[in-house]
């Protein structure tokens, strides 16, 4: 599956911004989907997930409450939507898909590591300016 994020740009603190991301090449609703973040000189980090059928979600402990992930398998598309921003938000965001086989998918089960997802996005920067 080939993953095209957008929605980045430079916000003020306590903004919000709304990631897309939009899958091809496969059937987008045999995914689990998830959003990483890679700030400048750190290691890429979970941000949220949400299950195939969008009925599980789960997020980094540092953005919940302000971020919200849903997905549309109708338009092959995954969001995050992130309100009041902060400065430690800055960084590169990535979409990732993780293929749930026919027996995963009866247990819908989702999965914070980042070695469990097959397929990258190109990422979509953030900037939070204080």
């Known amino acids: 599956v080939q993953l095209q994020a957008s929605g980045g740009g430079l916000v003020q603190a306590g903004g919000s911004l709304r990631l897309s991301c939009v899958a091809s090449?496969?059937?987008?609703?045999?995914?689990?989907m998830a959003w990483f973040r890679q700030a400048p000189g750190k290691e890429r980090e979970f941000v949220a997930v949400?299950?195939?059928?969008?009925?599980?979600?789960d997020y980094a402990d540092s953005v919940k409450g302000r971020f919200t992930i849903s997905r549309d398998n109708a338009k092959n598309t995954v969001y995050l939507q992130m309100n009041s921003l902060k400065s430690e938000d800055t960084a590169v965001y990535y979409c990732?898909?993780?293929?749930?086989?026919?027996?995963?998918?009866?247990?819908?089960?989702?999965?914070?590591?980042?070695?469990?997802?097959?397929?990258w996005g190109q990422g979509t920067e953030v900037t939070v300016s204080s």
């Open positions: 990732a898909a993780d293929f749930q086989s026919v027996a995963a998918r009866t247990m819908s089960s989702i999965s914070q590591g980042i070695k469990d997802y097959d397929y």
């Open positions: 090449g496969r059937t987008f609703s045999h995914y689990n």
């Open positions: 949400i299950s195939w059928n969008g009925l599980s979600t």
